[in-house]
Protein backbone atom coordinates (compact mmCIF):
# COMPACT_ATOMS: atom_id res chain seq x y z
CA UNK A 1 0.00 0.00 0.00
CA UNK A 2 2.72 2.57 0.85
CA UNK A 3 6.43 3.10 -0.66
CA UNK A 4 9.02 -0.04 -0.07
CA UNK A 5 11.12 2.53 2.05
CA UNK A 6 8.21 3.30 4.68
CA UNK A 7 8.57 2.41 8.37
CA UNK A 8 7.19 -1.17 9.57
CA UNK A 9 4.99 -1.51 12.43
CA UNK A 10 6.94 -2.42 15.06
CA UNK A 11 5.14 -2.94 18.27
CA UNK A 12 7.32 -2.60 21.57
CA UNK A 13 5.32 -3.20 24.38
CA UNK A 14 4.06 -7.02 24.69
CA UNK A 15 0.48 -5.92 24.83
CA UNK A 16 1.07 -4.17 21.76
CA UNK A 17 2.59 -7.23 20.27
CA UNK A 18 -0.17 -9.54 21.56
CA UNK A 19 -3.04 -6.91 20.20
CA UNK A 20 -0.98 -6.63 17.01
CA UNK A 21 -1.70 -10.41 16.61
CA UNK A 22 -5.29 -10.47 17.29
CA UNK A 23 -6.58 -7.58 15.74
CA UNK A 24 -3.87 -5.42 13.96
CA UNK A 25 -5.60 -1.82 14.10
CA UNK A 26 -3.04 -0.19 15.32
CA UNK A 27 -0.63 -1.22 12.78
CA UNK A 28 -3.81 0.21 10.25
CA UNK A 29 -3.41 3.61 12.03
CA UNK A 30 -0.02 3.56 12.05
CA UNK A 31 0.07 2.53 7.90
CA UNK A 32 -2.68 5.16 7.33
CA UNK A 33 -1.84 8.40 9.13
CA UNK A 34 1.25 7.33 11.04
CA UNK A 35 5.17 7.19 10.79
CA UNK A 36 4.15 4.34 7.93
CA UNK A 37 2.35 6.48 5.55
CA UNK A 38 5.16 7.85 3.13
CA UNK A 39 4.00 11.78 1.93
CA UNK A 40 5.76 13.81 -0.78
CA UNK A 41 8.11 16.73 0.88
CA UNK A 42 6.11 19.54 -0.74
CA UNK A 43 2.43 19.91 -0.03
CA UNK A 44 1.74 23.25 0.68
CA UNK A 45 -1.32 24.56 2.92
CA UNK A 46 -4.14 23.57 -0.18
CA UNK A 47 -3.36 20.04 1.14
CA UNK A 48 -4.20 20.42 4.75
CA UNK A 49 -8.46 20.47 3.25
CA UNK A 50 -8.66 17.09 3.18
CA UNK A 51 -8.03 17.12 6.89
CA UNK A 52 -9.84 19.92 7.76
CA UNK A 53 -13.08 18.21 5.86
CA UNK A 54 -12.52 15.29 8.26
CA UNK A 55 -12.74 17.47 11.00
CA UNK A 56 -15.68 19.46 9.73
CA UNK A 57 -17.69 16.16 9.71
CA UNK A 58 -16.38 15.54 13.40
CA UNK A 59 -18.09 19.08 14.50
CA UNK A 60 -21.01 17.66 12.48
CA UNK A 61 -21.44 14.26 14.32
CA UNK A 62 -20.83 15.62 18.14
CA UNK A 63 -22.71 18.59 17.91
CA UNK A 64 -25.56 16.77 15.89
CA UNK A 65 -25.88 13.92 17.94
CA UNK A 66 -26.41 15.73 20.78
CA UNK A 67 -29.13 18.47 18.95
CA UNK A 68 -31.01 14.92 18.56
CA UNK A 69 -31.37 14.72 22.13
CA UNK A 70 -33.39 17.74 22.61
CA UNK A 71 -35.09 17.84 18.98
CA UNK A 72 -38.48 16.85 18.25
CA UNK A 73 -39.21 15.73 14.74
CA UNK A 74 -42.86 16.64 14.77
CA UNK A 75 -44.06 19.10 12.55
CA UNK A 76 -46.14 20.67 15.72
CA UNK A 77 -43.46 21.31 17.81
CA UNK A 78 -40.41 20.98 15.85
CA UNK A 79 -40.18 24.76 15.50
CA UNK A 80 -40.51 25.20 19.20
CA UNK A 81 -38.40 22.47 20.19
CA UNK A 82 -35.15 24.41 18.13
CA UNK A 83 -36.50 27.62 19.82
CA UNK A 84 -36.33 25.65 22.95
CA UNK A 85 -33.12 24.68 22.66
CA UNK A 86 -31.60 28.03 21.91
CA UNK A 87 -33.14 29.54 24.84
CA UNK A 88 -33.87 26.77 27.73
CA UNK A 89 -31.30 24.11 27.24
CA UNK A 90 -27.64 24.32 29.02
CA UNK A 91 -25.84 25.74 26.09
CA UNK A 92 -28.20 24.38 23.92
CA UNK A 93 -27.23 27.54 21.85
CA UNK A 94 -23.59 26.86 21.45
CA UNK A 95 -24.50 23.71 19.86
CA UNK A 96 -26.98 24.25 17.44
CA UNK A 97 -24.97 27.71 16.31
CA UNK A 98 -21.90 25.31 15.85
CA UNK A 99 -24.06 22.42 14.03
CA UNK A 100 -25.26 25.54 11.75
CA UNK A 101 -22.23 27.11 11.05
CA UNK A 102 -20.27 24.01 11.13
CA UNK A 103 -22.38 22.88 7.97
CA UNK A 104 -21.30 26.03 6.46
CA UNK A 105 -17.47 25.91 7.10
CA UNK A 106 -17.50 21.89 6.02
CA UNK A 107 -18.60 23.44 2.55
CA UNK A 108 -16.32 26.10 2.43
CA UNK A 109 -13.73 23.71 3.36
CA UNK A 110 -14.59 21.12 0.70
CA UNK A 111 -15.15 23.87 -1.69
CA UNK A 112 -11.17 24.57 -1.45
CA UNK A 113 -10.59 21.27 -1.01
CA UNK A 114 -12.65 20.50 -4.88
CA UNK A 115 -10.53 23.40 -6.17
CA UNK A 116 -7.36 22.51 -5.00
CA UNK A 117 -8.27 19.10 -7.00
CA UNK A 118 -9.51 20.35 -10.01
CA UNK A 119 -6.11 23.20 -10.05
CA UNK A 120 -3.53 19.89 -9.34
CA UNK A 121 -5.00 17.64 -11.25
CA UNK A 122 -5.69 15.35 -8.72
CA UNK A 123 -8.26 13.72 -10.80
CA UNK A 124 -6.57 12.56 -13.27
CA UNK A 125 -4.32 9.04 -12.83
CA UNK A 126 -3.79 7.16 -11.19
CA UNK A 127 -6.32 8.50 -8.81
CA UNK A 128 -9.23 8.94 -10.79
CA UNK A 129 -11.09 6.36 -7.78
CA UNK A 130 -9.98 8.71 -4.99
CA UNK A 131 -12.02 12.04 -7.14
CA UNK A 132 -15.05 9.31 -8.28
CA UNK A 133 -15.90 8.73 -4.51
CA UNK A 134 -15.27 12.46 -3.72
CA UNK A 135 -18.19 13.09 -5.86
CA UNK A 136 -20.32 10.76 -4.49
CA UNK A 137 -19.43 12.17 -0.90
CA UNK A 138 -20.10 15.69 -2.30
CA UNK A 139 -23.67 14.72 -3.53
CA UNK A 140 -24.31 13.08 0.11
CA UNK A 141 -23.20 15.80 1.98
CA UNK A 142 -25.59 18.36 -0.56
CA UNK A 143 -28.40 15.37 0.53
CA UNK A 144 -27.78 15.88 3.92
CA UNK A 145 -27.36 19.46 4.07
CA UNK A 146 -30.78 20.01 2.17
CA UNK A 147 -32.40 17.90 5.03
CA UNK A 148 -31.01 19.27 7.89
CA UNK A 149 -32.48 22.84 6.76
CA UNK A 150 -35.50 21.45 6.53
CA UNK A 151 -35.86 20.36 10.09
CA UNK A 152 -36.13 23.42 12.03
CA UNK A 153 -39.50 23.69 10.10
CA UNK A 154 -38.75 27.58 9.95
CA UNK A 155 -40.42 29.75 6.64
CA UNK A 156 -36.90 28.80 4.67
CA UNK A 157 -37.37 25.18 5.77
CA UNK A 158 -40.79 24.70 4.70
CA UNK A 159 -40.41 26.54 1.17
CA UNK A 160 -36.70 24.89 0.48
CA UNK A 161 -38.32 21.56 0.94
CA UNK A 162 -41.50 22.24 -1.07
CA UNK A 163 -39.30 23.53 -3.96
CA UNK A 164 -36.57 21.09 -4.23
CA UNK A 165 -38.96 18.24 -4.11
CA UNK A 166 -41.12 19.94 -6.32
CA UNK A 167 -38.02 19.85 -8.54
CA UNK A 168 -38.61 16.19 -9.24
CA UNK A 169 -42.37 17.04 -10.06
CA UNK A 170 -40.33 18.00 -13.28
CA UNK A 171 -39.85 14.16 -14.04
CA UNK A 172 -41.84 13.49 -17.14
CA UNK A 173 -45.40 11.38 -16.38
CA UNK A 174 -43.29 9.41 -13.10
CA UNK A 175 -43.02 13.48 -11.65
CA UNK A 176 -46.25 13.72 -9.60
CA UNK A 177 -46.42 10.03 -7.68
CA UNK A 178 -42.30 10.37 -6.79
CA UNK A 179 -43.02 13.71 -5.59
CA UNK A 180 -45.55 12.60 -3.34
CA UNK A 181 -43.79 9.77 -2.69
CA UNK A 182 -41.14 11.45 -1.55
CA UNK A 183 -43.25 13.94 0.92
CA UNK A 184 -45.37 11.36 2.02
CA UNK A 185 -48.11 13.45 1.27
CA UNK A 186 -49.26 16.43 -0.93
CA UNK A 187 -47.58 19.21 0.68
CA UNK A 188 -44.15 18.95 3.15
CA UNK A 189 -45.72 17.77 6.28
CA UNK A 190 -44.75 15.65 9.38
CA UNK A 191 -44.13 12.50 7.30
CA UNK A 192 -41.84 14.55 5.44
CA UNK A 193 -40.78 16.31 8.34
CA UNK A 194 -40.39 12.49 9.94
CA UNK A 195 -37.92 10.72 7.47
CA UNK A 196 -36.03 13.76 6.51
CA UNK A 197 -34.66 13.65 10.61
CA UNK A 198 -34.15 9.67 9.72
CA UNK A 199 -32.07 10.05 6.46
CA UNK A 200 -30.31 13.88 7.88
CA UNK A 201 -29.09 11.19 10.93
CA UNK A 202 -27.99 8.44 8.86
CA UNK A 203 -26.54 10.11 5.79
CA UNK A 204 -23.62 11.28 7.89
CA UNK A 205 -22.32 7.90 8.53
CA UNK A 206 -22.73 6.64 5.43
CA UNK A 207 -20.76 9.71 4.09
CA UNK A 208 -18.03 8.55 6.83
CA UNK A 209 -18.29 5.08 5.20
CA UNK A 210 -17.19 6.49 1.60
CA UNK A 211 -14.63 8.58 3.43
CA UNK A 212 -13.02 5.64 4.64
CA UNK A 213 -13.06 4.17 0.93
CA UNK A 214 -11.92 8.00 -0.21
CA UNK A 215 -8.63 7.77 1.63
CA UNK A 216 -7.96 3.84 1.30
CA UNK A 217 -8.34 5.00 -2.52
CA UNK A 218 -5.83 7.55 -1.97
CA UNK A 219 -3.09 5.83 -0.17
CA UNK A 220 -3.03 3.24 -2.76
CA UNK A 221 -1.08 5.49 -5.75
CA UNK A 222 -0.15 7.67 -2.41
CA UNK A 223 -0.61 11.57 -2.12
CA UNK A 224 -0.54 13.61 -5.09
CA UNK A 225 1.73 16.66 -4.62
CA UNK A 226 2.12 20.30 -5.88
CA UNK A 227 4.38 19.89 -8.91
CA UNK A 228 2.19 16.54 -10.02
CA UNK A 229 5.53 14.52 -10.64
CA UNK A 230 5.39 11.38 -9.00
CA UNK A 231 7.37 10.19 -6.06
CA UNK A 232 10.73 8.51 -7.46
CA UNK A 233 12.92 7.70 -4.31
CA UNK A 234 12.91 8.09 -0.47
CA UNK A 235 14.99 11.81 -1.42
CA UNK A 236 11.07 12.72 -2.32
CA UNK A 237 9.15 11.97 0.80
CA UNK A 238 8.80 11.96 4.41
CA UNK A 239 6.49 10.36 6.99
CA UNK A 240 2.82 11.83 7.15
CA UNK A 241 3.15 11.99 11.21
CA UNK A 242 5.36 13.49 12.72
CA UNK A 243 5.59 16.16 9.37
CA UNK A 244 1.97 16.70 7.73
CA UNK A 245 0.45 15.80 11.29
CA UNK A 246 2.00 19.12 12.61
CA UNK A 247 1.49 21.02 9.33
CA UNK A 248 -2.33 20.04 9.43
CA UNK A 249 -1.86 21.07 13.28
CA UNK A 250 -1.04 24.27 12.06
CA UNK A 251 -4.63 24.01 9.92
CA UNK A 252 -6.66 22.85 12.26
CA UNK A 253 -5.75 25.65 14.69
CA UNK A 254 -6.14 28.21 11.94
CA UNK A 255 -9.44 26.58 11.07
CA UNK A 256 -10.70 26.51 14.68
CA UNK A 257 -10.00 30.09 14.70
CA UNK A 258 -12.03 31.05 12.28
CA UNK A 259 -15.00 29.00 13.21
CA UNK A 260 -14.95 30.55 16.60
CA UNK A 261 -14.64 34.03 15.38
CA UNK A 262 -17.74 33.29 13.36
CA UNK A 263 -19.74 30.93 15.68
CA UNK A 264 -19.04 33.68 18.33
CA UNK A 265 -19.56 37.16 16.87
CA UNK A 266 -21.78 36.42 13.63
CA UNK A 267 -23.35 33.56 14.30
CA UNK A 268 -26.53 34.43 11.54
CA UNK A 269 -24.41 36.03 8.62
CA UNK A 270 -24.71 32.85 7.08
CA UNK A 271 -28.17 32.11 7.77
CA UNK A 272 -31.44 33.27 6.67
CA UNK A 273 -33.48 35.63 8.99
CA UNK A 274 -37.22 34.21 7.61
CA UNK A 275 -36.06 30.72 8.68
CA UNK A 276 -36.81 32.00 12.38
CA UNK A 277 -40.92 32.87 11.20
CA UNK A 278 -42.35 28.92 11.37
CA UNK A 279 -43.34 27.44 8.83
CA UNK A 280 -46.57 28.75 6.87
CA UNK A 281 -47.71 26.12 3.87
CA UNK A 282 -50.44 28.80 2.87
CA UNK A 283 -47.71 31.99 2.68
CA UNK A 284 -44.88 31.96 0.55
CA UNK A 285 -41.96 34.35 1.42
CA UNK A 286 -41.47 36.60 -0.67
CA UNK A 287 -37.43 35.85 -1.87
CA UNK A 288 -36.78 31.97 -1.49
CA UNK A 289 -33.45 31.31 -1.46
CA UNK A 290 -31.42 28.09 -0.50
CA UNK A 291 -28.39 28.05 1.99
CA UNK A 292 -25.44 30.11 0.25
CA UNK A 293 -23.52 26.60 -0.55
CA UNK A 294 -25.74 25.84 -2.68
CA UNK A 295 -26.62 29.20 -4.60
CA UNK A 296 -23.95 27.97 -7.99
CA UNK A 297 -26.19 25.19 -8.82
CA UNK A 298 -29.96 27.10 -7.66
CA UNK A 299 -28.42 29.99 -10.29
CA UNK A 300 -27.86 26.71 -13.34
CA UNK A 301 -31.77 25.89 -12.07
CA UNK A 302 -32.99 29.08 -12.52
CA UNK A 303 -30.98 30.05 -15.63
CA UNK A 304 -33.37 28.11 -17.87
CA UNK A 305 -36.19 30.12 -18.58
CA UNK A 306 -37.16 29.10 -22.39
CA UNK A 307 -38.61 25.94 -23.78
CA UNK A 308 -36.81 23.90 -25.80
CA UNK A 309 -38.63 23.53 -28.62
CA UNK A 310 -38.62 22.81 -32.61
CA UNK A 311 -38.65 26.29 -34.64
CA UNK A 312 -41.56 27.80 -36.01
CA UNK A 313 -43.62 24.71 -34.51
CA UNK A 314 -44.45 25.69 -30.64
CA UNK A 315 -43.65 22.28 -30.37
CA UNK A 316 -42.33 21.65 -26.82
CA UNK A 317 -39.82 18.40 -26.47
CA UNK A 318 -38.73 19.84 -23.16
CA UNK A 319 -40.00 22.27 -20.59
CA UNK A 320 -37.87 25.01 -19.26
CA UNK A 321 -38.56 23.37 -15.67
CA UNK A 322 -37.22 20.24 -16.30
CA UNK A 323 -35.03 21.69 -18.56
CA UNK A 324 -33.54 23.59 -15.01
CA UNK A 325 -33.85 21.05 -13.17
CA UNK A 326 -31.14 18.53 -15.80
CA UNK A 327 -28.83 20.93 -16.55
CA UNK A 328 -28.44 21.43 -12.42
CA UNK A 329 -27.87 17.68 -11.69
CA UNK A 330 -25.41 17.40 -14.63
CA UNK A 331 -23.38 20.52 -13.40
CA UNK A 332 -22.08 17.99 -10.78
CA UNK A 333 -22.95 14.55 -12.80
CA UNK A 334 -20.45 16.28 -15.07
CA UNK A 335 -17.69 15.79 -12.29
CA UNK A 336 -17.96 12.19 -12.48
CA UNK A 337 -16.39 12.31 -16.11
CA UNK A 338 -13.44 14.93 -15.65
CA UNK A 339 -10.87 12.27 -15.41
CA UNK A 340 -11.50 11.62 -18.95
CA UNK A 341 -12.26 14.61 -20.27
CA UNK A 342 -8.82 16.39 -19.21
CA UNK A 343 -6.45 14.11 -21.27
CA UNK A 344 -3.75 16.37 -20.63
CA UNK A 345 -0.84 14.14 -19.53
CA UNK A 346 0.17 16.68 -16.95
CA UNK A 347 -1.08 17.03 -14.03
CA UNK A 348 -0.36 20.25 -12.22
CA UNK A 349 -1.66 23.51 -13.50
CA UNK A 350 1.60 25.42 -12.06
CA UNK A 351 3.06 24.06 -15.61
CA UNK A 352 0.10 24.47 -17.79
CA UNK A 353 0.04 28.36 -18.75
CA UNK A 354 -3.22 28.20 -20.81
CA UNK A 355 -5.13 25.88 -18.63
CA UNK A 356 -4.21 27.91 -15.48
CA UNK A 357 -6.18 31.12 -16.75
CA UNK A 358 -9.02 29.33 -17.72
CA UNK A 359 -9.03 27.78 -14.09
CA UNK A 360 -9.00 30.75 -12.66
CA UNK A 361 -12.05 31.85 -15.02
CA UNK A 362 -13.95 28.85 -13.76
CA UNK A 363 -13.35 30.27 -10.02
CA UNK A 364 -14.89 33.85 -11.05
CA UNK A 365 -17.73 31.85 -12.94
CA UNK A 366 -18.45 30.08 -9.66
CA UNK A 367 -18.58 32.83 -7.64
CA UNK A 368 -20.79 34.91 -10.20
CA UNK A 369 -23.27 32.22 -10.26
CA UNK A 370 -23.24 31.85 -6.48
CA UNK A 371 -24.24 35.96 -6.41
CA UNK A 372 -26.88 35.57 -8.84
CA UNK A 373 -27.84 32.09 -6.91
CA UNK A 374 -28.61 33.86 -4.15
CA UNK A 375 -30.05 37.20 -5.85
CA UNK A 376 -33.97 37.94 -6.60
CA UNK A 377 -35.03 36.06 -9.97
CA UNK A 378 -34.85 39.45 -12.18
CA UNK A 379 -32.67 40.97 -14.42
CA UNK A 380 -29.97 41.32 -14.70
CA UNK A 381 -29.17 38.30 -12.58
CA UNK A 382 -31.32 35.78 -14.91
CA UNK A 383 -28.81 37.17 -17.82
CA UNK A 384 -25.54 37.10 -16.05
CA UNK A 385 -26.94 33.50 -14.66
CA UNK A 386 -27.39 32.21 -18.13
CA UNK A 387 -24.16 33.22 -19.46
CA UNK A 388 -22.44 31.87 -16.40
CA UNK A 389 -24.13 28.93 -16.49
CA UNK A 390 -23.24 28.83 -19.96
CA UNK A 391 -19.38 28.88 -19.60
CA UNK A 392 -19.83 26.07 -16.25
CA UNK A 393 -20.40 23.79 -18.94
CA UNK A 394 -18.06 25.12 -22.09
CA UNK A 395 -15.21 24.96 -19.74
CA UNK A 396 -15.78 21.30 -18.88
CA UNK A 397 -16.85 19.83 -22.26
CA UNK A 398 -15.26 22.19 -25.17
CA UNK A 399 -12.76 24.63 -23.03
CA UNK A 400 -10.27 21.15 -21.15
CA UNK A 401 -9.95 19.04 -24.29
CA UNK A 402 -9.17 22.04 -26.49
CA UNK A 403 -6.65 23.04 -24.50
CA UNK A 404 -5.43 19.38 -23.72
CA UNK A 405 -4.90 19.11 -27.20
CA UNK A 406 -3.20 22.96 -28.20
CA UNK A 407 -1.16 23.66 -24.91
CA UNK A 408 2.59 23.82 -24.56
CA UNK A 409 3.47 23.31 -21.10
CA UNK A 410 6.28 24.60 -18.94
CA UNK A 411 8.52 21.97 -18.47
CA UNK A 412 8.21 19.91 -15.15
CA UNK A 413 11.09 19.54 -12.88
CA UNK A 414 12.96 15.85 -12.74
CA UNK A 415 11.60 15.09 -9.55
CA UNK A 416 10.08 16.53 -6.15
CA UNK A 417 13.05 17.12 -4.81
CA UNK A 418 14.49 18.85 -7.27
CA UNK A 419 12.15 21.37 -7.68
CA UNK A 420 12.00 22.20 -4.09
CA UNK A 421 15.67 22.39 -3.99
CA UNK A 422 15.46 24.54 -7.25
CA UNK A 423 12.97 26.61 -4.73
CA UNK A 424 15.43 26.84 -2.11
CA UNK A 425 18.03 27.95 -4.22
CA UNK A 426 16.52 31.56 -4.34
CA UNK A 427 17.51 31.46 -0.75
CA UNK A 428 21.17 31.67 0.84
CA UNK A 429 21.90 28.11 1.50
CA UNK A 430 23.66 29.28 5.21
CA UNK A 431 20.68 30.45 6.29
CA UNK A 432 19.23 26.41 6.09
CA UNK A 433 21.66 23.99 6.92
CA UNK A 434 19.52 21.39 6.01
CA UNK A 435 18.87 22.32 2.60
CA UNK A 436 22.49 23.05 2.26
CA UNK A 437 23.25 19.25 3.29
CA UNK A 438 20.25 18.24 1.19
CA UNK A 439 21.61 19.80 -1.68
CA UNK A 440 24.84 17.87 -1.24
CA UNK B 1 -20.02 -24.78 -14.42
CA UNK B 2 -22.59 -26.49 -16.73
CA UNK B 3 -20.16 -27.58 -19.50
CA UNK B 4 -17.92 -29.74 -17.56
CA UNK B 5 -18.22 -32.96 -18.28
CA UNK B 6 -18.32 -34.55 -15.51
CA UNK B 7 -19.62 -37.97 -16.75
CA UNK B 8 -22.20 -38.66 -14.03
CA UNK B 9 -24.64 -40.75 -15.61
CA UNK B 10 -27.88 -38.41 -13.86
CA UNK B 11 -25.95 -35.73 -16.70
CA UNK B 12 -26.58 -38.34 -19.17
CA UNK B 13 -29.97 -38.85 -18.40
CA UNK B 14 -31.35 -35.59 -17.82
CA UNK B 15 -30.33 -34.75 -21.20
CA UNK B 16 -29.02 -31.52 -22.92
CA UNK B 17 -26.36 -30.86 -20.53
CA UNK B 18 -28.37 -29.38 -17.89
CA UNK B 19 -27.32 -31.24 -14.65
CA UNK B 20 -29.64 -31.40 -11.29
CA UNK B 21 -27.25 -29.30 -9.56
CA UNK B 22 -27.86 -26.45 -12.02
CA UNK B 23 -31.26 -26.40 -12.33
CA UNK B 24 -31.35 -26.32 -7.90
CA UNK B 25 -28.71 -23.36 -8.21
CA UNK B 26 -30.82 -21.01 -10.90
CA UNK B 27 -34.28 -21.84 -9.35
CA UNK B 28 -32.74 -21.04 -5.70
CA UNK B 29 -31.29 -17.78 -6.39
CA UNK B 30 -34.10 -16.71 -8.98
CA UNK B 31 -36.65 -17.59 -5.94
CA UNK B 32 -34.68 -15.44 -3.34
CA UNK B 33 -34.50 -12.51 -6.07
CA UNK B 34 -38.48 -12.57 -6.27
CA UNK B 35 -38.46 -12.66 -2.50
CA UNK B 36 -36.06 -9.64 -2.13
CA UNK B 37 -38.16 -8.13 -4.18
CA UNK B 38 -41.45 -8.79 -1.99
CA UNK B 39 -39.85 -7.36 0.79
CA UNK B 40 -38.43 -4.40 -1.02
CA UNK B 41 -42.18 -3.12 -2.09
CA UNK B 42 -43.06 -2.76 1.51
CA UNK B 43 -39.96 -0.61 2.17
CA UNK B 44 -40.55 1.58 -0.71
CA UNK B 45 -44.88 1.52 -0.24
CA UNK B 46 -44.32 3.04 3.49
CA UNK B 47 -43.13 6.23 2.08
CA UNK B 48 -46.59 6.81 -0.28
CA UNK B 49 -49.09 8.93 1.49
CA UNK B 50 -50.89 7.37 4.59
CA UNK B 51 -54.62 6.99 5.36
CA UNK B 52 -54.71 9.60 7.63
CA UNK B 53 -53.15 12.40 5.44
CA UNK B 54 -55.55 10.26 2.54
CA UNK B 55 -58.20 11.15 5.24
CA UNK B 56 -57.81 14.61 4.91
CA UNK B 57 -57.87 15.20 0.94
CA UNK B 58 -61.26 16.05 0.20
CA UNK B 59 -62.49 19.40 1.74
CA UNK B 60 -65.76 21.64 1.50
CA UNK B 61 -65.86 25.39 0.35
CA UNK B 62 -69.04 27.44 0.70
CA UNK B 63 -69.17 29.86 -1.81
CA UNK B 64 -72.21 31.74 -1.19
CA UNK B 65 -70.56 34.46 0.83
CA UNK B 66 -68.06 35.28 -1.84
CA UNK B 67 -68.90 38.68 -3.46
CA UNK B 68 -68.08 39.06 -7.32
CA UNK B 69 -64.43 39.68 -8.21
CA UNK B 70 -63.66 38.80 -4.81
CA UNK B 71 -61.36 35.36 -4.16
CA UNK B 72 -60.58 33.67 -0.79
CA UNK B 73 -57.61 31.11 -0.32
CA UNK B 74 -59.16 27.67 1.20
CA UNK B 75 -57.36 24.04 2.30
CA UNK B 76 -57.05 20.95 0.57
CA UNK B 77 -54.78 18.64 1.26
CA UNK B 78 -52.92 21.16 3.33
CA UNK B 79 -51.99 22.88 -0.21
CA UNK B 80 -53.89 26.63 -0.31
CA UNK B 81 -57.17 26.51 -2.79
CA UNK B 82 -57.86 29.43 -4.54
CA UNK B 83 -61.94 30.11 -5.41
CA UNK B 84 -62.28 32.89 -7.64
CA UNK B 85 -65.80 34.83 -8.15
CA UNK B 86 -64.99 36.52 -11.66
CA UNK B 87 -66.20 39.38 -12.88
CA UNK B 88 -68.47 39.89 -16.13
CA UNK B 89 -65.19 42.06 -17.88
CA UNK B 90 -62.87 39.15 -16.38
CA UNK B 91 -64.86 36.72 -18.01
CA UNK B 92 -64.86 38.48 -21.20
CA UNK B 93 -60.76 39.25 -20.40
CA UNK B 94 -60.66 35.28 -20.58
CA UNK B 95 -62.82 34.90 -23.67
CA UNK B 96 -60.78 37.03 -25.80
CA UNK B 97 -57.83 34.94 -25.47
CA UNK B 98 -57.20 32.96 -28.57
CA UNK B 99 -56.43 29.63 -26.54
CA UNK B 100 -53.93 28.38 -29.51
CA UNK B 101 -51.50 31.10 -28.98
CA UNK B 102 -51.41 29.79 -24.63
CA UNK B 103 -48.77 28.19 -23.35
CA UNK B 104 -50.98 25.44 -22.18
CA UNK B 105 -53.98 25.85 -24.39
CA UNK B 106 -57.14 25.87 -22.58
CA UNK B 107 -60.64 27.92 -22.70
CA UNK B 108 -62.18 29.15 -19.63
CA UNK B 109 -65.00 26.81 -20.08
CA UNK B 110 -62.79 23.34 -19.78
CA UNK B 111 -61.64 25.06 -16.57
CA UNK B 112 -65.16 25.57 -15.12
CA UNK B 113 -67.96 23.40 -14.43
CA UNK B 114 -71.08 24.16 -17.10
CA UNK B 115 -73.30 27.08 -16.40
CA UNK B 116 -70.83 28.18 -13.12
CA UNK B 117 -68.10 30.22 -15.47
CA UNK B 118 -67.88 32.56 -12.91
CA UNK B 119 -66.31 30.42 -9.89
CA UNK B 120 -62.98 29.51 -11.07
CA UNK B 121 -61.18 27.09 -8.63
CA UNK B 122 -57.82 26.32 -8.64
CA UNK B 123 -54.89 24.90 -6.70
CA UNK B 124 -52.92 27.92 -5.20
CA UNK B 125 -49.74 26.13 -5.87
CA UNK B 126 -47.29 27.93 -8.90
CA UNK B 127 -47.06 24.99 -11.29
CA UNK B 128 -43.16 26.26 -11.34
CA UNK B 129 -41.54 25.28 -8.34
CA UNK B 130 -44.61 25.28 -5.77
CA UNK B 131 -44.74 28.52 -4.32
CA UNK B 132 -48.09 30.30 -2.99
CA UNK B 133 -49.17 32.64 -6.13
CA UNK B 134 -50.29 36.20 -4.57
CA UNK B 135 -53.81 37.53 -6.10
CA UNK B 136 -56.11 36.15 -4.08
CA UNK B 137 -56.41 38.18 -1.04
CA UNK B 138 -57.30 41.94 -0.95
CA UNK B 139 -55.53 44.30 -2.19
CA UNK B 140 -52.53 41.74 -3.37
CA UNK B 141 -50.60 41.84 -6.57
CA UNK B 142 -52.80 40.17 -9.97
CA UNK B 143 -49.79 40.61 -12.08
CA UNK B 144 -49.88 42.05 -15.92
CA UNK B 145 -52.82 39.75 -16.67
CA UNK B 146 -54.89 40.72 -13.52
CA UNK B 147 -54.99 36.62 -12.26
CA UNK B 148 -52.16 35.66 -10.19
CA UNK B 149 -48.86 36.66 -9.65
CA UNK B 150 -45.86 34.30 -8.05
CA UNK B 151 -43.48 36.39 -6.44
CA UNK B 152 -40.73 33.79 -6.59
CA UNK B 153 -40.11 33.46 -10.37
CA UNK B 154 -42.36 36.21 -11.72
CA UNK B 155 -45.05 33.91 -13.19
CA UNK B 156 -48.07 35.64 -14.05
CA UNK B 157 -51.50 34.00 -14.32
CA UNK B 158 -54.69 35.27 -16.17
CA UNK B 159 -58.21 35.42 -14.88
CA UNK B 160 -58.55 32.21 -16.10
CA UNK B 161 -55.15 31.30 -14.39
CA UNK B 162 -53.86 30.47 -17.15
CA UNK B 163 -50.02 31.01 -17.43
CA UNK B 164 -49.22 33.79 -19.56
CA UNK B 165 -45.62 34.59 -18.52
CA UNK B 166 -43.23 33.53 -16.38
CA UNK B 167 -40.90 30.17 -16.37
CA UNK B 168 -44.68 28.16 -15.32
CA UNK B 169 -45.12 25.04 -17.57
CA UNK B 170 -48.40 24.86 -17.12
CA UNK B 171 -51.75 26.75 -15.49
CA UNK B 172 -52.69 26.58 -12.27
CA UNK B 173 -54.04 22.85 -11.48
CA UNK B 174 -57.81 22.68 -11.21
CA UNK B 175 -58.40 19.79 -8.58
CA UNK B 176 -61.33 17.43 -9.47
CA UNK B 177 -64.70 19.02 -7.91
CA UNK B 178 -68.57 18.80 -7.54
CA UNK B 179 -71.19 21.38 -6.64
CA UNK B 180 -72.86 19.74 -3.90
CA UNK B 181 -75.41 22.26 -3.46
CA UNK B 182 -75.93 25.43 -5.51
CA UNK B 183 -73.39 27.18 -3.35
CA UNK B 184 -71.02 24.63 -2.04
CA UNK B 185 -68.05 22.40 -3.71
CA UNK B 186 -66.74 18.98 -2.31
CA UNK B 187 -62.92 19.09 -3.81
CA UNK B 188 -61.00 16.23 -4.01
Known amino acids: ?440 | MATEVQGTDAAVHEGEGVRRRDFINIAAVSFAGVGGLAVLAPLINQMNPSADVLAQATSEVDLSAIAEGQAIKAVFRSQPLFVRHLTAKEIAEADAVDPSTLRDPQTLEQRTVDGKKQWLITMGVCTHLGCVPLGAGEGENRGEFGGYFCPCHGSAYDTAARIRKGPAPKNLQVPTYKYTSDTAILVG
Not at chain 1, 13 to 41: C, H, S, T
Request: aromatic letters at 16%; one cysteine or more.
Open chain 1, 1 to 440: MSFPWAEHYTPKLPLMKWIDEKLPLPRFVYNAVGGGYEVPRNLNYFWNFGVLAGLALTIQLVTGIILAMHYASNAGIAFDSVEHMMRDVNSGWLLRYAHANGASFFFIVVYIHIFRGLFYGSYKAPREMVWLLGVVIFLLMMATAFMGYVLPWGQMSFWGAQVITGLFSAIPVVGDPIHTWLLGGFAPGDATLNRFFSLHYLLPFVIAGVIILHIWALHIPGSSNPTGVEVKGPQDTVPFHPYYTAKDGFGVGVFLLLFALVLFFAPNAMGHPDNYIQANPMSTPAHIVPEWYFWPFYAILRAFTMDLSIPFTGIVIIPAKLLGVLAMFSSILLLFFLPWIDTSPVRSGTYRPLFKKFFYLLLVDVVVLGYCGGAPAAEPYVMISQIAAAYYFAHFLIVLPIIASIERPDPLPGSITEAVLAKAKHRPVEADPALAAAAE
